[in-house]
């Protein structure tokens, strides 16, 4: 079976006045279905830009992006959109949640606009907030979360389209330890449980380590992958 993700070459550059930055450089480098890598690297590094581009929020200056066999750089910006809606869900630092609705209306708002005719499947939402341990906390608006609550209940917006691909932003850069420890649990949980793909950037090594893989990046390149814990790991990634 082909991975999920193929990237080939990726370079961006960026004109900041009358100078060229290039963001990244030549990224080559695949993730299986089922997978959980993390991708880590100091600020500049490029982890940010490669985010964008693999989640079709932008486009590489050169290089394609493959995303569940279909070529993202062919695409029109209305199929990219159509793609992100039905593969990708996003979670990032800062959390996103409309102010004005409750929690649950955060999520059901992610379905709405995802394009899908089928209704949302209420005993799926049911099992997910479970799973995420905010059923309870539904009815409160993003104010009256904690920080940890209103992650997770990013989480369950991300996850609520049944999306083949996870990419996570920073999950933890605003939550203290505790809260950022029940993060990392259900982002593993994810992975095994709903069998979701899920590349992580973060700046915490111990973080980082719960991964598969994990690739390190440094002045736009891709320096180097290693083997993570493999704690996320599903028993049937490649099914």
């Known amino acids: 079976m082909q991975p999920i993700i193929t990237a080939e070459n990726l370079s961006k550059k960026y004109h900041v006045g009358k100078i060229d930055v290039l963001a990244l450089r030549n990224a080559t480098f695949s ?6 890598v993390s991708i880590v690297g100091p600020s500049g590094s490029g982890k940010s830009t490669l985010f964008y581009i693999l989640g079709g929020l932008t486009r590489p200056t050169s290089g394609r992006v493959m995303i569940d066999g279909a070529d993202f750089s062919t695409l029109d910006d209305s199929e990219r959109t159509a793609m992100r809606k039905s593969k990708i869900g996003f979670v990032f630092q800062r959390f996103n949640l409309l102010p004005t609705l409750s929690a649950l209306q955060n999520i059901e708002i992610a379905y709405e606009i995802s394009g ?5 499947d209420r005993s799926y ?22 920080g940890g609550e209103q992650q997770r ?20 850069g605003n939550l203290d330890s505790k809260n950022s420890e029940a993060v990392l649990d259900m982002l593993m949980r994810s992975n095994r449980e709903l069998n979701q793909t899920i590349l992580m950037i973060t700046h915490n090594p111990e973080a980082a380590v719960i991964a598969d893989r ?11 992958i290693e083997a993570g814990k493999g704690e996320g790991r599903v028993s049937y990634v490649g099914m």
Request: proline share 6%; net charge negative; charged share 30%.
């Open 31 to 36: 993730v299986e279905r089922g997978e959980f």
């Open 116 to 120: 899908r005719k089928e209704p949302l």
């Open 125 to 146: 939402l049911d099992h997910l907030t479970d799973l995420l341990g905010i059923r309870g906390r539904l009815s409160h608006r993003p104010a009256e979360l904690s």
């Open 153 to 172: 209940v990013a989480m369950a917006r991300a996850l609520i389209t049944h999306p083949a691909i996870i990419l996570a932003d920073e999950p933890t």
């Open 214 to 224: 994990i690739l390190h990046m440094r002045d736009g390149e891709i320096i180097s």
